[in-house]
């Protein structure tokens, strides 16, 4: 158990809908960061927070949106979901976004759009 | 564009056996990462290397760095089953000021009897 904690662990939704995956980092860790993995695209850095503060953006779409609260959880908003959003979406954090970190990652949350 | 590339994708292994992993990375960052993921599950850190002619072990797995040729090894020494799972290595986008990571595509490790 990483102590990164991800809610909910499976969703299933429609094509054009909006979900909000829920990341809580590890106590005493600052940055999240939000990864996508797709059996095509792979693993991809989508974003990273930074103790409340957008620090980086990777490979994330308009439609996708995210945000640190004041107690350091993330929530990674997905809007207009097509198909090809279905995929793994883990979060992961870290104490500082120094690089040379080690990154826990959450167990995931799998979305299935149909 | 940054690119992470692993070879094999995939190897099938006898236990007792040795091989290795190879990480090539086009971007000159002195900081690595390697992970593994069991099917179905989270990732799991394994090691980081931060400086050119790291090397670090852990059981039967020992990984090293070279940043000049801008490759790290994974080297798995007389594989058990255990050790079945996907390895994924992984660089800074941003050379290391950030800690936001590429991955490779990752090599599926298959340890058979």
């Known amino acids: 158990d990483s102590g990164v904690t991800q809610t909910p662990k499976h969703l299933i939704t429609a094509t054009g809908q909006r979900v909000t995956l829920r990341c809580s980092p590890r106590?005493?860790?600052?940055?999240v960061y939000w990864y996508q993995q797709s059996l095509d695209q792979g693993l991809q850095f989508l974003i990273h927070y930074y103790n409340g503060e957008e620090r980086a953006k990777g490979n994330i779409l308009e439609r996708f949106s995210a945000q640190q609260f004041p107690d350091l959880h993330s929530e990674l908003n997905l809007s207009s979901l097509e198909l090809g959003d279905s995929a793994l979406y883990f979060c992961?954090?870290?104490?500082?976004?120094?690089?040379?970190?080690?990154?826990?990652f959450g167990p995931g949350t799998r979305l299935l759009v149909l | 564009e940054l690119k992470v590339e692993q070879n094999p994708l995939f190897l099938s292994m006898q236990e007792g056996k040795n091989y290795t992993i190879y990480c090539n990375y086009s971007t000159t960052s002195d900081r690595l990462y390697w992970y593994r993921q069991d099917p179905g599950k989270s990732l799991e850190s394994l090691f980081v290397l931060l400086s050119n002619g790291a090397v670090k072990q852990e059981g039967r797995l020992m990984a090293s760095l070279d940043t000049k040729a801008r490759l790290s090894t994974l080297h798995i020494t007389a594989a058990v089953h255990d050790l079945s799972a996907t390895y994924f290595c992984a660089v800074d986008i941003d050379g290391g000021s950030q800690g936001n990571l590429i991955f490779g595509k990752g090599t599926k490790l298959s340890v058979k009897p």
């Open positions: 106590s005493g860790d600052l940055s």
């Open positions: 992961a954090s870290s104490v500082a976004p120094l690089g040379g970190e080690t990154q826990y």
